[in-house]
Each structure stands twice: as structure tokens, then as C-alpha cells.
């Protein structure tokens, strides 16, 4: 008898058991579906324009002019900062539609005495470089600009690409892979295209736009900006575009703030709105400058 209550008791836990895996399998596979629903849609979000071609170019070109417009009330700022990679992407975007308020920055930059001097090659490419003040500021520069520097001037540049690891493909990411890519677009200037260069660099964009493809946080307009300078739009998802527009601030300008994130080398959790800045409008004003003026068909604006 004690024997078949045993049996009868382990039955009954059997039973009552397997509601409750029932329940745990139904839980896991509509957890499942729930993040790949979740996951869709995010891809979605990203990377798909629902936006027409009219209302689209409408929305570039009023985000050009609001940009502009904080660009000539911050002109002084800009100019005082000096912050040259800003500058030299203005000179560029200046060869596709002649505009008074980049040639003021421009030239407002170059009067300005600044040491170190050599920086300024990135604006003129034949302003004269002292081989010891180049080198002795590659020494002191963090890695992104001695990449920047020895771009500029790789004849007398005393490092070599190895030894900053500038040509490796897989090993950057994100930022550094961003500024890899720049810089090796100042070296294919300085020295002149090559296949292998160009394969190079198109191989970087490729892993760029492979990011921004899975970004759904706030798009990274740097790395927007410098593939279009590379000279792949194709690699550029007009929804990106799009979302640049999207997140420019009322004063024209744009900010590194993603909801309560404020993006950078070490983000931050904040509650409060912080203020346009230089670095994100003027990248967001090349970006708009290409689509717009560069490579409109592409973008379905011609």
C-alpha cells in the first residue's frame, strides 16, 4: 500500500508539473517573438524612408538654412575654437556651393596664428610644414591625430602606418574606425589615389555602413559624413539622412543627445537638454551639403 501511494503522490506532482513547463515554454517562445518583433522593427526605424522625394528635399533645404543660420550667429565661436577637422570638411563642402559664411570661417581660421602650425596643411596643401614642430606634435597627439598628421605629411612624417596600426581592417571600431577612414581620405589626397588605397578605404566604409545599418541609437553623423567624403553614397541609407534632419534642434543647431544619453568617448546619463554644439551641426551641415549638392540623385533629390 505505502508502495502505490508512493506511485500515486509522484503521478499527481507529474501532472501538476507540467502546466507549469507548459507555461515557462509559452513564456520563452512569446518572449521570443517579442524581440524579434521588437528587433524588425527597430531595423525598420532605421534603415526604411517612408518619406517622399518632394517632402524630403523640402526638409534638407530648411535644415540647411536654420543650420546656417546658427552658423553665422556662432561664426566667432567657430572661428575661436579652430577645431580644424570642422574646418577643413567646410572647404570642402565650400567647392559645391559657394557660401560667403564658410569662406569668412575659413579665412578667419587661417589669419589667426596657432601653434602648432602644421595643422593648417589640412586647410591649404601647400602650407609649409617644419619637419621638427610635425613630429614633435605627433609625439604629444592621441591617436586619431597623429593618424591626421601623418596623413598630411607622410614624407616626413617620422611613424609609420604600422606603427600606429592605420592600415589594419578589422582592428577599429566605431569613433576610431570613423577617424581611420578620415585620415586615410587626407593620405589618398596627399599622395594620390592607388587600387589598393581605394579598395582600402571602400572596404572601411563598407564596415561603417554595416554599423550604421544596426544603429538605432542616434545616428552617428561622423560617420555618415565621412563615407559620403570617401565618394560611396551608395553606402548610405537615405533613412540615415533623414534622421540627421530629424534631430536638429529648434535653434537650427544639433547636440550629441540621445533621450537621456549624452553620446561621446564616456556617455552619461542627463536629464537636462544640452545645447547645439560646433562638432554635431557643422557635421550634420557637410552631410546635408553632399546629399544635397553632391549627390542628390542618389538621395532622390534631382
Known amino acids: 500500500m505505502a508502495k502505490a501511494h508512493k506511485l500515486s503522490n509522484k ?14 515554454v509559452i513564456a520563452v517562445l512569446v518572449s521570443t517573438v517579442l524581440i524579434v518583433v521588437f528587433s524588425i522593427g527597430v531595423l525598420v526605424y532605421n534603415n526604411v524612408s517612408f518619406t517622399s522625394d518632394e517632402v524630403f528635399a523640402a526638409q534638407v533645404d530648411a535644415a540647411i538654412e536654420k543650420s546656417l543660420d546658427w552658423s553665422k550667429v556662432h561664426k566667432g ?3 575661436r575654437k579652430g577645431n580644424i577637422g570642422l ?3 567646410l572647404k570642402e563642402i565650400q567647392t559645391l556651393r559657394p557660401t560667403p559664411l564658410f569662406s569668412d570661417i575659413i579665412s578667419g581660421f587661417m589669419a589667426v596664428p ?3 602650425n602644421c595643422w593648417k596643411r589640412l586647410i591649404d596643401p601647400n602650407w609649409p610644414i617644419d619637419k621638427l614642430e610635425l613630429n614633435m606634435t605627433i609625439k604629444k597627439e592621441c591617436l586619431d591625430n597623429k593618424w591626421a598628421l601623418y596623413a598630411i605629411a ?26 581611420q577612414l578620415d585620415a586615410l581620405i587626407a593620405l589618398r589626397k596627399t599622395k594620390g589615389a592607388t587600387e589598393q588605397l581605394d579598395k582600402f578605404i571602400e572596404h572601411l566604409c563598407n564596415r561603417v555602413s ?3 545599418f544596426f544603429d538605432a541609437l542616434k545616428i552617428d553623423i561622423g560617420q555618415v559624413a565621412f563615407v559620403l567624403r570617401a565618394g560611396f553614397p551608395e553606402k548610405i541609407n537615405r533613412r540615415w539622412a533623414e534622421r540627421i534632419v530629424a534631430s536638429q534642434l529648434p535653434d537650427g543647431g544639433w547636440n550629441n543627445k540621445w ?12 536629464f537636462a537638454i544640452p545645447p547645439s554644439n560646433q562638432h554635431d551641426t557643422l ?3 557637410t552631410v546635408l551639403y553632399l546629399v544635397r549638392y553632391q549627390y542628390p540623385e542618389h538621395f532622390g533629390l534631382k
Open 11 to 24: 503521478r499527481n506532482d507529474a501532472v501538476k508539473k507540467r502546466p507549469v513547463l507548459h507555461k515557462m
Open 77 to 79: 565661436e567657430i572661428i
Open 87 to 89: 574646418i577643413k570638411m
Open 114 to 116: 596657432r601653434q602648432p
Open 154 to 179: 607622410p614624407d616626413i612624417a617620422e611613424i609609420t602606418p604600422e606603427e600606429m596600426h592605420l592600415f589594419e581592417p578589422e582592428r577599429w571600431s566605431g569613433r576610431e574606425l570613423a577617424h
Open 210 to 212: 554595416n554599423e550604421l
Open 259 to 270: 533621450f537621456y544619453f549624452i553620446l561621446g568617448r564616456r556617455s552619461v546619463f542627463d
Open 283 to 285: 557635421l550634420a551641415l
